[in-house]
Structures are given as structure tokens and as C-alpha cells.
């Protein structure tokens, strides 16, 4: 059974920096991509950013120039480093895999989410 699972969330003061880390478990065999999308109440899910296995980048504009996303395709982990961080940047943050090929099948896969909350 493949499974994301996030860890790094909590608070911070504005200005701040946070880590999040992000594994995927199971009899994975390739993941297209891995990323970060967050949502904020009442509002929907966004692409914060994502990596390709070939290490191709893409990132939300709002997070240019503070958030750095990498990874690691031996290990199945992704690391989204925040810095800087606004109240803006509070939501409920969630690890994805895109295209993720498994013993079970190909898939997207979401994690459970890890909560941000950024103080002013």
C-alpha cells in the first residue's frame, strides 16, 4: 500500500522559516512528480510547488524567491524549505505524487496535510 506522509507543520512568526518533509512508503518503482499544494479556509486547494524526477521545477507566485522545493528519487522524500513566511502563507499543506507507479498500479497520491499557521 503506498502512502505520503508529511511532517514539518506548525507555528511560526511572520518572517519566519519552516521546514516540510514529505516520504512516500510502499513498493514504489518511479514518481513522475512530487509537490506541495496548501488550502486555506474557504478557499481551494493550490499548487505551491512541484518537482519532476528530473529535478524541472514549478512554483506558485505568491511563494517565488521564499519557498524552495527539492528532492530526493532514491529515497521517495520531497522537502518544501519556507522562508520568509507571511500570514498569507496559512493553510493546511499537502505532499502529492503524480503519476506514481507502484506494485499496485500508476496513481496520484495525496498526503494527509500538515498544518501551517503563520503569526503576525
Known amino acids: 500500500q503506498v502512502q505520503l506522509v508529511e511532517s514539518g507543520g506548525g507555528l511560526v512568526q511572520a518572517g519566519g522559516s519552516l521546514r516540510l518533509s514529505c516520504a512516500a512508503s510502499?513498493?514504489?518503482?518511479?514518481?513522475?512528480?512530487m509537490g506541495w499544494y496548501r488550502q486555506a479556509p474557504g478557499k481551494e486547494r493550490d499548487l505551491v510547488a512541484s518537482?519532476?524526477?528530473?529535478?524541472?521545477?514549478r512554483y506558485a507566485e505568491s511563494v517565488k524567491g521564499r519557498f524552495t522545493i527539492s528532492r530526493d528519487n532514491a529515497k521517495n522524500t520531497v522537502v518544501l524549505q519556507m522562508n520568509s513566511l507571511k500570514p498569507e502563507d496559512t493553510a493546511v499543506y499537502y505532499c502529492?505524487?503524480?503519476?506514481?507507479?507502484?506494485?499496485?498500479?500508476?496513481?496520484?497520491?495525496w498526503g494527509r496535510g500538515t498544518h501551517v499557521t503563520v503569526s503576525s
Open positions: 502529492n505524487a503524480d503519476k506514481l507507479i507502484s506494485n499496485m498500479g500508476i496513481g496520484d497520491y
Open positions: 510502499g513498493r514504489i518503482f518511479s514518481i513522475n512528480a
Open positions: 518537482i519532476t524526477s528530473g529535478g524541472s521545477t
